[in-house]
């Protein structure tokens, strides 16, 4: 038997196996184990709890075990989960550490088009998932976070809904309780640590991924937040900070929090006024969309024995977030540009009412805005020609000088000659540099406003699917449709470098650009094409205008004569 026929037999007793295994498996599921009772299908809070094992009184064995004492015990034997659904959540909760291990958001879709998941399981299986117990000691905290919780699930009245999960070791008894409303993305939280020497201080930590997977480089995106109110400012911590050791922050913090590029899960105080501490870590962990491991901020909320607090997590959405307090509203990040990308932001949204697409509503926007500068470019389109018409003497001088070496002390003769023609003919030699100038900030403000936008998020625009992402095509068509009209701009444009290597590198500019935008969101690109179109038909008016009366006297004959030494 040859090499090919073994390996069809291996290949053939591999597939006989493997069908054989897979048999034994159904009939073993369908004869022997037993099915759960189904879930009835309106049922808000469902707790499930394993068959033939009831919880009793008697507390788990954690894996770091407690010190007994003499007060009552209390715990569960099994692990049990509960989940929680409201019309804005879908929570789940497990007994083991009385914690979540999901918080999904019904209202918002990830890239698969389900249902948005903020934890990130992955992560959350070697950091901890959301709202372990964070203590001083690395012992206890180990032993809470293992200890199977007495979980109470109450469907309560008026739509609300109680989640309180209870532990004691009879010296040591921690509580949590979860309250939610049918209708918001406030959860009121509160965890309790006492021994009988009074109450634990401790935090709550979600650790190991938050928000959306599918954000390019998600943990770039995930960061810590506090807000202090004494000074009235938001500080934001990176997970790079935190790369080498915890960052702890405390003080009069109105809240404090996790969030990524669209979504925030804010911890605000009960009482304002008191202390509330902020830990930040970092870790290296994957996520369920890209299994590259990426180091991810990590935040610990608390530090008081009895914690409470008004949650909101949820979308970086300003009207909702002003709804819950107005300095909530600081969580939404408009950078550097803020005074500019702020209106930017009520103007699009503004004109969306009507318009209904936010593609459509960044072509409209970027119009408008375009005939706003108008005024400007006209004036810089006309001190360039005047520009193009000084060619000839600027060329002339720079001939003059140019077999001296670039360190010549008379090269600083040029520059004043210079200078000296564009003062005598009142040409400014900056004016055509005004439009790109003017442009640059209404840039960063779009890119600002397109990346932290919550409504940007999945806006659909004729083929683009994701207008704050790179179009998802193998090539894609709005950075090219830029790189043409880019060129088609640059030939109608007066031409003012005189020297032939400048005008070369301009050449070669609409490729730069084209290379630059590639990469970044569709919205942006868009607006840029946009505003090439519109200054292509604003320059065709321009072109029809009247060329300036400016009489050129002609250049003098006679090269500049370098001096003997």
């Not at 990524?260 to 105080?269: G, K, N, R, V």
Request: charge should be positive.
């Amino acid at each position: 038997m040859n090499d090919d026929q073994d390996q069809q037999s291996i290949q053939i007793r591999a597939l006989v196996a493997f069908a054989l295994s897979a048999a034994v498996l159904f009939l073993y599921q369908y004869f022997f184990v037993k099915k759960p009772p189904p879930v009835p299908e309106k049922t808000s809070v469902v707790v499930n709890v394993p068959e033939k094992a009831a919880p009793t009184a008697a507390p788990a064995a954690p894996s770091a075990p407690l010190p007994a004492g003499s007060a009552a015990a209390a715990g569960a034997s099994v692990e049990q989960s509960v989940i929680v659904e409201t019309d804005t959540y879908l929570v789940a909760f497990s007994n083991r550490g009385g914690v979540v291990t999901s918080w999904t958001l019904k209202q918002y879709k990830d890239d698969a088009g389900k249902p948005l998941e903020l934890v990130n399981s992955v992560g959350a299986a070697e950091a901890g998932f959301p709202f372990s117990y964070v203590t001083a000691d690395a012992a206890r905290q180990q032993g809470l976070n293992q200890a199977l919780f007495q979980l109470e699930a109450d469907p309560g009245g008026g739509g609300a809904k109680v989640v309180t999960l209870r532990w004691s070791d009879g010296r040591i008894t921690a509580r949590k309780t979860f309250r939610f409303s049918q209708n918001s993305y406030l959860v009121d939280i509160e965890s309790e640590l006492r021994d009988p020497s009074g109450l634990i201080p401790h935090m709550l930590a979600w650790r190991g991924g938050f928000g959306d997977p599918a954000v390019a480089n998600a943990g770039r995106e995930v960061r810590t937040f506090y807000y202090d109110a004494a000074l009235r400012k938001i500080t934001r911590i990176e997970a790079k900070d935190a790369e080498k050791a915890p960052v702890v922050n405390g003080g009069n913090y109105l809240y404090a929090g996790l969030e990524d590029l669209y979504f925030a899960a804010i911890f605000l105080q009960v009482q304002p006024g008191q202390r509330l501490d902020l830990e930040t870590t970092a870790l290296q962990v994957a996520n369920a969309r890209q299994k590259d491991k990426q180091l991810f901020a990590g935040a610990a909320v608390g530090g008081g024995g009895d914690n409470r607090f008004h949650t909101f997590i949820g979308p970086k959405h300003l009207e909702t977030l002003r709804a819950v307090r107005p300095e909530t509203a600081e969580v939404v990040n408009f950078g550097f540009f803020s005074f500019i990308a702020y209106p930017l932001f009520l103007g699009l949204t503004w004109v969306h009412r009507y318009v209904h697409s936010f593609g459509w509503t960044i072509v409209i926007v970027t119009v408008i805005i375009n005939f706003m500068l108008f005024p400007l470019k006209l004036k810089s389109m006309k001190s360039m020609k005047k520009m193009q018409k000084l060619q000839p003497l600027i060329k002339h001088i720079n001939d003059k000088y140019k077999s001296l070496p670039l360190r010549d002390a008379k090269r600083q003769d040029q520059n004043q000659e210079v200078m000296e023609l564009y003062n005598k003919y009142g040409v400014n030699p900056l004016g055509g540099c005004l439009p790109m100038v003017l442009q640059m900030p209404f840039f960063f403000a779009f890119y600002t406003v397109l990346r932290v936008s919550i409504e940007m998020r999945n806006a659909s625009w004729l083929w683009v699917h994701d207008l704050s992402s790179p179009e998802q095509l193998t090539i894609r068509i709005l950075p090219i449709a830029m790189i043409a009209t880019q060129f088609w701009s640059q030939k109608m444009t007066p031409s003012t470098a005189a020297d032939p290597s400048q005008q070369k590198m301009m050449q070669f500019m609409p490729l730069i650009m084209g290379f630059f935008f590639y990469g970044l969101s569709s919205g942006l690109v868009l607006y840029w094409l946009t505003g090439n179109l519109v200054g292509i038909a604003q320059q065709l008016f321009i072109n029809r205008l009247p060329e300036p009366d400016l009489e050129i006297e002609p250049p003098k004959k006679g090269k500049f004569k370098k001096p003997r030494t």
